[in-house]
């Protein structure tokens, strides 16, 4: 069993840059690959990102591409999501969510998930 906590969601300029932190709780975070999601009213969860075990396989959705970075403190059992060049399209609550095996872009795929965080760029 894991459970995550998302935290870092707050207001923020367009243009601004913001990090999220999801911590785990369990043993199981270090053999879980971990995802991003994101959420606006009425629509479906938008992949963001995700991360491997090994910490270096990053994948990322077109529209967040070079803007954010995923990475993982095994440390800490924590993720973070690091967004540079906020826009106002990337206001949402963002999720993130664990999964046994290799990531995926797949939000069904995901085993466990957080409640979530919300991020709001003004424009």
């Known amino acids: 069993q894991v459970q995550l906590a998302e935290s870092g969601g707050r207001l923020v300029q367009a243009g601004g840059s913001l990090r999220l932190s999801c911590t785990a709780s369990g043993r199981t975070f270090g053999t879980a690959a971990m995802g991003w999601f994101r959420q606006t009213p009425g629509q479906g969860r938008e992949f963001v990102a995700h991360?491997?075990?090994?910490?270096?396989?990053?994948y990322y959705g077109d529209s967040v591409k070079g803007r954010f970075t995923i990475s993982r403190d095994y440390a800490k059992n924590t993720a973070y999501l690091q967004m540079n060049s906020l826009k106002a399209e990337d206001t949402a609550v963002y999720y993130c969510?664990?999964?046994?095996?290799?990531?995926?872009?797949?939000?069904?795929?995901?085993?466990?998930w957080g409640q979530g965080t919300q991020v709001t760029v003004s424009s």
């Open positions: 969510a664990a999964k046994r095996g290799a990531g995926s872009i797949w939000s069904a795929e995901y085993n466990y």
């Open positions: 991360i491997g075990l090994n910490g270096g396989s990053a």
